[in-house]
């Protein structure tokens, strides 16, 4: 099919930047898009413990693929961005996913607990409890599209455009209230469910709880520090500062 990239291609620059955009920043929205319009519908559905819904189970195995596929994905940028900046390293060799690992090790981190820890909780040790908040968890997701677009407008060179802009600011929103401002709502929403006050919801609920929702907030905060470190170049910097 015209415009497919395979094996042969890979040699071309040009496809490899097809590669690029083809993979990790093009192909990230949709299965992302589709976790954030899931939690949206399953969050109104159910009432924190109690009801079920057969989406909140059953896309998980969407996600699994997707998630073991995306740290593949990776791996292939960044090694064909190594082999652009001459650092000649075989393909799927020792060396390359050490580099890889090292250098990408919070997202790989990121994806791996999802896959190992996360995945069990949601289809097994949590029984028959908490699709709500698998819900809200998969929310997270709806900044994901905005900011692959990001990596696609600057790849385009479009950083002084005002979609650039208007994106940034997407992000900004989208990011801050569905990957930060969604723990406490979580937490708000716990404590007014069962009638206590929101500072005594972490007394309330197992150590566990706090424990995996602690790891998965840390590098949220991690990553929009470094957001809110690129709107301010990209806002207030020069045209050189918002292309790095």
């Known amino acids: ?12 620059p040009i496809n490899q930047k097809w590669l690029w955009w083809g993979t990790s920043p093009a192909w990230a929205p949709h299965p992302a898009s589709g976790r954030a319009v899931l939690g949206a519908v399953v969050m109104p559905l159910c009432v924190l413990l109690l009801p079920r819904h057969w989406l909140a189970v059953e896309y998980v195995w969407v996600l699994v693929p997707y998630m073991t596929y995306d740290i593949y994905v990776m791996y292939l940028c960044h090694w064909h961005k190594s082999q652009e900046k001459g650092i000649l390293e075989k393909k799927h060799s020792l060396a390359s996913v050490w580099s890889f690992l090292l250098q990408e090790r919070l ?3 990121h994806h791996l607990f999802i896959l190992i820890v996360l995945t069990p909780i949601t289809q097994h ?19 994901t599209p905005f900011v692959s677009l990001g990596k696609i407008l600057m790849q385009l060179k479009m950083q ?16 801050f209230v569905c990957r930060i401002l969604l723990f406490p709502f979580m937490y708000a929403a716990y404590g007014r469910q069962v009638g206590i006050p929101v500072y005594l919801v ?43």
């Open 107 to 109: 997202m790989v981190t």
């Open 202 to 244: 972490p007394f309330r609920i197992p150590l566990h709880c706090n424990i995996a929702n602690a790891a998965l907030i840390a590098p949220q905060l991690y990553w929009f520090r470094l957001i809110c470190r690129k709107a301010a170049r990209l806002y207030g910097g020069s045209p050189a500062h918002r292309s790095r």
């Open 160 to 175: 002084d455009t005002l979609l650039h802009k208007v994106n940034g600011i997407l992000i900004l929103v989208t990011f």
């Open 1 to 12: 099919a015209a415009g497919a990239v395979t094996p042969s291609s890979l040699s071309q």
């Open 125 to 143: 040790f949590r029984g028959e409890l908490g699709d709500f908040f698998v819900g809200c968890i998969f929310t997270a997701e709806l900044s």
